[in-house]
């Protein structure tokens, strides 16, 4: 038996290169493991029954631009609860030129209401924008009540 031997030539460019990559993909592993975990769920401080949290009794309003005019949004809370949400005024104008406003401030309100949160509300088919830029006000007026 001969024993042939091999010779192998790597040259240290390849070498730096790999080891380059393969950090590389470590990194990007572990930088997934660590942004997917499971088990990792925050309470937003907008959920105020499974927060315990209390307002300061009153009317509170945030204004939502539309165009040149402005809507008022008044949120109403008492010490415990949100009681209603309401925009006003609502003209014909804001009516005719937004059709939507009416009916997602409605269908917002009775959500809010009754699930006293501002999270994991469905907003209408169609009106995802239109609902998003009015919690996003009602969002800016309940954080004005909290104590």
Known sequence: MSSKTKIVV???KEIIYTAIFIGLGLLLI???LIMFRP???TQSASA???AGIS???GMYSSTLTLGSQAVNVEVTVDSTQI???T???LSDSIETMYPLLSSSASHLSEQIVSTQSLENL???SGSQYTSQALLNVIHTALAKAIL
């Open 30 to 32: 572990a930088l997934l």
């Open 122 to 124: 469905s907003f209408e």
């Open 48 to 50: 105020p029954a499974a």
């Open 55 to 57: 307002y300061l009794p």
């Open 39 to 41: 088990g990792r769920k």
């Open 10 to 12: 790597l040259r240290m």
């Open 83 to 85: 009681t209603s949400v």
């Open 87 to 89: 925009c006003r005024p």
